[in-house]
């Protein structure tokens, strides 16, 4: 009964509501639609408060504190791909690219499903590390990097370098794409004025976050819901992967979490980010690095079915995990 009335709590949340409503949006052809320039500035808002609040959390609980969770998330981030990559080959297959390409964006995360998170953790009153945003921020990165590495290591000649033009794009864009740079930049910046420097800001990165994201969340349910007939191109496997792997990643995730001392919700976060797929940085990074990949898989996949149950359904199950896990 808890892990139902957690699901109920998560369902009625007016994020995940607000998500509904952008699909019903979508499914029903209403004239609703959001200027792009209001979506990217939606955007810049909810990193920029993310990291910034994160580095403020890593300025009051000390480097100490965060260095060997922030280090365990940067390794799964990495790894996440290389199970994944030959589970597409072989059992989907899947191209190279392809296989690449959505190993890249399973293995990077998703800055919405950590925020639907932490509002879930606060409507339960569950307390989390604060700095868990952190691990937000060190693992985009390096599952873009290796996703884009496998796809290119046996296309062409077989060799991959830091020549290739592909993985030089994959480096730059892990490095100093949008969605990093703010996380990061907002974050050193958190961690370097502390808690004065959050009590100079709190009135526009704290009160109205809520609102904020509620209305990215209702463009993202457009987004998903214009994505919904392509699930008929994606295939009964890949339907299945978008369902699997983030059960998979997410009591990966958790366990990891646990194994390097963090609490209930911290571990239920990291699980989080391990469980979600980007479909930002991830598509933006893959679209120059590996061309030759179909972007339909690994954006509906990710999109219009790992996201939706992650928000849904997904965040209640890692929280029932890490509280069953916990010693």
Known sequence: ????????????????????????????????????????TLTIYLLIAIGFKGGVAINEAGIGAVWLPALAAVALGGM?????????????????????????????????????????LKSIQQPYETYASAFLAVMESPAII??????KRVL?????????????????????????????????????????????????????????????????????GRRLGDLKKVGVFLLLFGLIAPV?????????????????????????????????AAPAAVRLSLPEANPTYSLTAALAVTFPFNITVGVPLYFEIAKRLQP
């Not at 139902?4 to 029903?28: H, Y």
């Not at 290796?146 to 796809?151: A, K, N």
Request: glycine share 14%; hydrophobic share 55%; aromatic share 10%.
């Open 1 to 40: 009964m808890d892990f139902l009335t957690a699901i109920q709590s998560n369902l009625l949340s007016p994020a995940v509501l607000f998500f509904v409503l952008g699909v019903f949006a979508s499914v029903s052809k209403s004239d609703l639609k959001f200027p792009e320039s209001l979506y990217t």
């Open 146 to 151: 290796v996703g884009v590495v496998l796809g």
């Open 156 to 224: 062409g000649s077989g060799k991959c370098s830091l020549g290739d033009a592909g993985v030089r794009h994959a480096l730059r864009d892990a490095v100093l794409g949008r969605g990093v740079l703010l996380l990061i930049g907002a974050m050193v910046i958190g961690a370097f004025s502390g808690k004065s420097g959050m009590n100079s800001v709190e009135g526009f990165f704290v009160a109205p976050f809520q609102g904020v994201l509620a209305l990215f969340l209702l463009e993202m349910g457009m987004v998903a």
């Open 80 to 120: 996440i791909p290389l199970w994944t990559y030959p589970v597409l080959r072989k059992m989907g297959k899947f191209s190279v690219a392809d296989a690449g390409a959505i190993a890249a964006h399973y293995g990077s995360v998703s800055a919405v499903t950590f925020i639907a998170a932490t509002n879930f």
């Open 248 to 280: 998979v990643h997410g009591a990966a995730g958790v366990l990891l979490g646990t194994w390097v001392g963090l609490s209930v919700g911290g571990a239920t976060l990291l699980g989080v980010l391990a469980a979600s797929a980007s479909y930002i």
